[in-house]
């Protein structure tokens, strides 16, 4: 069964504090996303990898960074929280340019 | 900036009532998927439609792609509290890199028993 694992369901975190939003993914996916979700703005894109180290910046990279150093695991790096980054973040992966993307549960991430 | 809105963003039902939503865009789409996503978990994929005038079927739920590429509904027939979640369109834009997905805004259902 397809499994992308979000290793922390809820963190809340001060401002200025660097955060870490680790994601795996056990399919042997080569593309992965990270995903921010806010009402009645669906999901905007952070970053995306194609493959293992290489990484495109999505429509809204602004405060965040990301590592792809194994090909199940992708993070995303907050390297200064602030309360605008207060979210609901969503990993994701697929085969290579495939249509069906798999999600992860999800991370709530409060800021204060 | 390509946008698709969703119609409505928030809709409450009783069970056995039929619904549709609309998710609609000034962009051309070279495919249109539909996700729901439940309380607490992150969106699964419905369906995938390809083709302008397409109409796909699962179960209960009718989904369409405009003649033109750029709209696309989901009809469901004697909603059900199952039905219950988050329903989001997303679409691949023509000639647009093919990491590239829109998601729509969202509508919120509540099927009540």
């Known amino acids: 069964d397809v499994k992308v694992t979000q290793s922390s369901r809820y963190l809340v975190k001060r401002t200025g504090e660097k955060v870490f939003l680790e994601c795996v993914q056990d399919m042997d996916h080569e593309n992965m996303f990270w995903y921010r979700q806010d009402p009645g703005l669906g999901l905007r894109l952070i970053y995306f990898?194609?493959?293992?180290?290489?990484?495109e910046k999505g429509d809204i990279p602004e405060g965040y960074s990301v590592s792809r150093e194994k090909k199940e695991r992708f993070s995303l790096i907050l390297e200064s929280a602030s309360t605008n980054q207060t979210s609901m973040y969503l990993c994701?992966?697929?085969?290579?340019?495939?249509?069906?993307?798999?999600f992860g549960e999800g991370s709530w991430l409060t800021v204060v | 900036t390509q946008l698709l809105e969703q119609s409505p963003q928030f809709l409450s039902i009783q069970e056995g009532e039929n619904l549709t939503v609309y998710c609609n865009s000034s962009s051309v789409f070279s495919s249109l998927q539909w996700y729901r996503q439940e309380p607490g978990e992150g969106p699964v994929l419905l369906v995938t439609?390809?083709?302008?005038?397409e109409v796909k079927k699962l179960k209960r739920l009718t989904f369409q792609f405009g003649d033109a590429r750029k709209d696309s509904s989901l009809h469901i027939t004697a909603a059900q509290p199952g039905d219950t979640g988050l329903y989001l369109c997303a679409g691949r834009v023509w000639g647009g890199a093919t990491n590239k997905l829109i998601f729509g805004t969202g509508t919120l259902l509540a099927v009540q028993p």
């Open positions: 994701a992966s697929r085969i290579h340019s495939g249509n069906t993307i798999y």
């Open positions: 439609v390809v083709t302008g005038g």
């Open positions: 990898s194609y493959d293992v180290k290489m990484k």
